[in-house]
C-alpha cells in the first residue's frame, strides 16, 4: 500500500518528461532535415523553447529547490514560445500559397532575445521578485502571438492538420499554465506532453510533398487542354529567360502568373502536371543553372555573392538547392568544370 504513491509520482514524472524529450528530439531532427525550410526551422525551435519551458516545469514540481539558474532558463524559454508560434504558422502558411517569406520575420524575436540579455544583468538568483512578478506578462505575450497566428490562420482559411495542431497545442499549454491556480503546476508539462504526439502524428508521419493522386485531385475539376498548356509553358520559360525573373529571391507564384496574365491556380496547374515539379523546383532550376555560369566563369566570386546573384535568400539555401538538383555541392561543380576547360 505505502508504495503506490510513489509509482504514482514516478508515473506523473515520466509522463510530464515525456513531452520535453520527444520535443526536444524533434526538434534536432526538424533542424537537421536537408530542406532547410524556414517553416521546419521556426518548429524546430518552436518545440525546442516549449521542451525547456516544459522541462524546467517538470523538474520544478518534483524538486521545488533546483537552482535558480535553471528557473531563469525555462522563463527564459516561456518568452520565445508565442514568437515562435506566430512565425512557424506565417511561414508554413506561407510555404502553402507559394509565396516569399518577409525578410523582416527577425523583428519578431527582437524583443525576447533582448529581455533575454537583460536577464544576464538581473539573473534570477538575484532578483527572483522581478522574475516571479513578469511571469504572467510573458503569459500574455505569448498569448499576444496567439490571436496574431490565429489572425492569419483565419485569413489563410486552412484546415491543414499540420498548422492547426501547433496552434492549438500552444493554446492548450499556454491555457494550462494559465489555470495553475486552480489546478496543479504540472498541468502545463502534461499538456505539451499530449500536443507534441499530436505534432508528431501530423507531422513526421506526412509526407512532405502531395503525391501524385492528391494533385491530380486537386485539379480534378480544373482540366486544362493540351495546346493551352503547351501555350503556358511556352509563355512561363519565355518570361523567365527573357526577364530572368528567378533572380528576384522573393519571386512569388502571384508574380509569375501575372507576368503571363493567367491565374495562380492555372500556372501552379500546368507547372504541377506537365513538369512534375513545384513552383520552388521549378524557379530553383533556373537560379541553379544561372550559378553554374557564374561559378565556371566568374571564378572570383564567392559562393556568398553567387548564393545572391542567383536569386538565392541565403547561402545555405542555395547550397540545399544546389545539391537536390545537380547530385553535387556547388565547390565540387566549379572544380569539376573548371578542369574540363582548362582540359579542352
Known amino acids: 500500500m505505502s508504495t503506490l504513491p510513489v ?26 532535415r536537408r530542406t532547410h ?8 525551435a518552436l518545440l525546442l523553447a516549449i521542451s525547456v519551458r516544459t522541462g524546467k516545469s ?30 512557424y504558422l506565417h511561414c508554413h502558411l506561407a510555404d502553402m500559397a507559394q509565396k516569399a517569406v518577409s525578410r523582416r520575420w527577425q523583428w519578431h524575436l527582437v524583443l525576447p532575445v533582448l529581455v533575454i540579455t537583460l536577464g544576464l544583468v538581473f539573473p534570477f538568483s538575484s532578483y527572483p521578485s522581478i522574475w516571479r512578478d513578469s511571469i504572467l ?3 500574455i505575450y505569448w498569448a499576444s502571438y496567439l490571436l496574431l497566428a490565429g489572425w492569419e490562420l483565419r485569413e489563410a482559411r486552412t484546415r491543414a492538420a499540420q498548422p492547426l495542431s501547433v ?54 475539376n480544373s482540366k486544362l487542354g493540351e495546346e493551352e498548356a503547351k501555350a503556358l509553358l511556352t509563355a512561363l520559360n519565355q518570361v523567365m529567360d527573357e526577364h530572368q525573373l528567378y533572380l528576384n529571391p522573393n519571386l512569388s507564384l502571384a508574380q509569375l502568373a501575372k507576368k503571363v496574365g493567367n491565374l495562380q491556380t492555372t500556372v ?33 566570386l564567392n559562393m556568398d555573392l553567387i548564393a545572391e546573384r542567383s536569386g538565392f535568400n541565403s547561402k545555405s539555401t ?18 569539376t568544370s573548371g578542369a574540363e576547360s582548362q582540359a579542352s
Open 58 to 87: 517538470t523538474f520544478y514540481y518534483f524538486n521545488p529547490d533546483i537552482s535558480a539558474e535553471f528557473l531563469q532558463i525555462g522563463l527564459s524559454a516561456c518568452l520565445l514560445i508565442g514568437p515562435l508560434t506566430y512565425l
Open 167 to 220: 496552434y492549438f497545442g500552444s493554446f492548450l499549454i499556454l491555457a494550462a499554465y494559465l489555470s495553475t491556480p486552480l489546478t496543479s503546476y504540472i498541468v502545463g508539462a502534461l499538456s505539451f506532453t499530449f500536443s507534441i504526439h499530436l505534432t508528431i502524428l501530423t507531422f513526421v508521419l506526412r509526407a512532405d510533398h502531395k503525391p501524385d493522386s492528391a494533385r491530380k485531385e486537386r485539379y480534378q
Open 137 to 139: 506578462g510573458m503569459h
Open 318 to 335: 542555395f547550397f540545399a538547392a544546389f545539391k537536390k538538383i545537380s547530385k553535387q555541392t556547388p565547390a565540387s561543380y566549379r572544380a
Open 37 to 44: 525550410r524556414l517553416a521546419n526551422c521556426m518548429l524546430g
Open 268 to 300: 501552379s496547374q500546368v507547372i504541377n502536371e506537365r513538369l512534375n515539379k513545384s513552383f520552388n523546383h521549378y524557379v530553383n532550376e533556373y537560379r541553379i543553372q544561372h550559378a553554374k555560369h557564374l561559378l565556371v566563369n566568374e571564378s572570383h
Open 7 to 32: 509509482i504514482s509520482s514516478q508515473f506523473l514524472f515520466l509522463f510530464s518528461a515525456l513531452g520535453a524529450v520527444n520535443g526536444g528530439l524533434l526538434a534536432v531532427y526538424l533542424f537537421t
